[in-house]
T-cell receptor, first 115, second 113 residues
Framework: AQTVTQSQPEMSVQEAETVTLSCTYD???????LFWYKQPPSRQMILVIR??????QNATENRFSVNFQKAAKSFSLKISDSQLGDAAMYFC????????????FGQGTRLTINP | GAVVSQHPSWVICKSGTSVKIECRSL??????MFWYRQFPKQSLMLMAT?????????EQGVEKDKFLINHASLTLSTLTVTSAHPEDSSFYIC?????????FGSGTRLTVV
C-alpha cells in the first residue's frame, strides 16, 4: 500500500521569507499524481499544486513550487515570499493511476507565519 | 467551477439519533464521491468511496452499518451516521474527483451529546 510521510508536524517562517515543507512517499507504481493541499482555519481543503509523476519539470503556481525527486520519492513544497494568509495546515497527498482514485494523505504540517 | 456543496456545516444531535450529511456537485457530475473523517489536528482518514448507482466501498475498520452512504444520483451523495454516539463526534468531509485533482466540500462538524 502507498504511504505518505510528512516529517514536520509544525513549521514557522517570517513573513516575506521562504519556507520548504517536506514530503516523502512510498509506492511501487511508476505513474501517479502528487498534490499539496492547504487547509486554513475554515477547514476548507484548497488545492495548492499538483505534479504528474511522468513530468520531469517541477510544477509551479505563482509563489508555490515543488521539488519533485522521483527516484528519492520526495515531493517538497516551497513557499516564497510567505504571506499571513499562507498560515494553514498543509497536506501532501498521493494518487495512483490504477484503481479507485483514492487520495492518500500525509499527516500534515502546520505552518505559522510570523509578522 | 467544480464545486461541491456540503450541508449541514455543523450539527448537534442527541446520542442514539441519526444524522444525514449531504454533498451535492453543483456544476459537474460526480460519479465517485469520497467520504473522510478528520479528528482535531489530524489528517483526513478515508472512510468510504461511493459510486453512483452502486454500493459504497468501505475502508477497513469502518462500520458500514453505522455509516450509511448513498449515491443515488450523479449530483448527490449522502452519509448517514446511524445511532450516533459521542465517539462519532468529528469533522466529516466529502470529495469528488475532477479533471485537475479533487474538489472538497466545506465539511460538517458533528457533535453528539
Amino acid at each position: 500500500a502507498q504511504t505518505v510521510t510528512q516529517s514536520q508536524p509544525e513549521m514557522s517562517v517570517q513573513e516575506a521569507e521562504t519556507v520548504t515543507l517536506s514530503c516523502t512517499y512510498d509506492t511501487s507504481e511508476s505513474d501517479y499524481y502528487l498534490f499539496w493541499y492547504k487547509q486554513p482555519p475554515s477547514r476548507q481543503m484548497i488545492l495548492v499544486i499538483r505534479q504528474e509523476a511522468y513530468k520531469q519539470q517541477n510544477a509551479t503556481e505563482n509563489r508555490f513550487s515543488v521539488n519533485f525527486q522521483k527516484a528519492a520519492k520526495s515531493f517538497s513544497l516551497k513557499i516564497s515570499d510567505s504571506q499571513l494568509g499562507d498560515a494553514a495546515m498543509y497536506f501532501c497527498a498521493y494518487r495512483g493511476i490504477q484503481g479507485a482514485q483514492k487520495l492518500v494523505f500525509g499527516q500534515g504540517t502546520r505552518l505559522t507565519i510570523n509578522p | 467551477g467544480a464545486v461541491v456543496s456540503q450541508h449541514p456545516s455543523w450539527v448537534i444531535c442527541k446520542s442514539g439519533t441519526s444524522v444525514k450529511i449531504e454533498c451535492r456537485s453543483l456544476d459537474f457530475q460526480a460519479t465517485t464521491m469520497f467520504w473522510y473523517r478528520q479528528f482535531p489536528k489530524q489528517s483526513l482518514m478515508l472512510m468510504a468511496t461511493s459510486n453512483e448507482g452502486s454500493k459504497a466501498t468501505y475502508e477497513q475498520g469502518v462500520e458500514k452499518d453505522k455509516f450509511l452512504i448513498n449515491h443515488a444520483s450523479l449530483t448527490l451523495s449522502t452519509l448517514t451516521v446511524t445511532s450516533a454516539h459521542p465517539e462519532d463526534s468529528s469533522f466529516y468531509i466529502c470529495s469528488a474527483a475532477v479533471n485537475y485533482g479533487y474538489t472538497f466540500g466545506s465539511g460538517t462538524r458533528l457533535t453528539v451529546v
